[in-house]
């Protein structure tokens, strides 16, 4: 079983910046990810890391603007996220798992708790 923790929310002004950490128990997967879901609507896919390859996805909505990068020794993955926008405003969740498609979230075996990030106009 893996345990992910996640911290680094907040409140900010648009064009801001903050930084998410999410830190696993222990390395039994293949890639790690970053979700976020907004009240009514569905949890959507941020960012991910495949350990394997280490190659990082992220969705349009965030390129350029947001950067995942893993630290081997720690076990934990980050998400810095820049110039950041009301609409980047969600419970921000960490996973891990053996994803066939990185975005989806059923995809993925392991979640933390989420994070709140709140971007203010």
């Known amino acids: 079983q893996v345990q992910l923790v996640e911290s680094g929310g907040g409140s900010v002004q648009a064009g801001g910046s903050l930084r998410l950490s999410c830190t696993a128990s222990t390395y039994t997967y293949t890639s790690m990810a970053w979700f976020r879901q907004a009240p009514g609507k569905e949890r959507e896919g941020v960012a991910a890391f495949h350990t394997g390859s280490y190659n990082s996805y992220y969705a349009d909505a965030v390129k350029g603007r947001f950067t995942i990068s893993r630290d081997y020794a720690q076990n934990t993955v980050y998400l810095q996220m820049t110039n950041l926008k009301p609409e980047d405003t969600a419970m921000y969740y960490c996973?891990?798992?053996?994803?066939?498609?990185?975005?989806?979230?059923?995809?993925?075996?392991?979640w933390g708790q989420g994070t709140q990030v709140t971007v203010s106009a």
């Open positions: 996973a891990a798992g053996y994803p066939h498609t990185w975005s989806v979230p059923a995809d993925y075996a392991y």
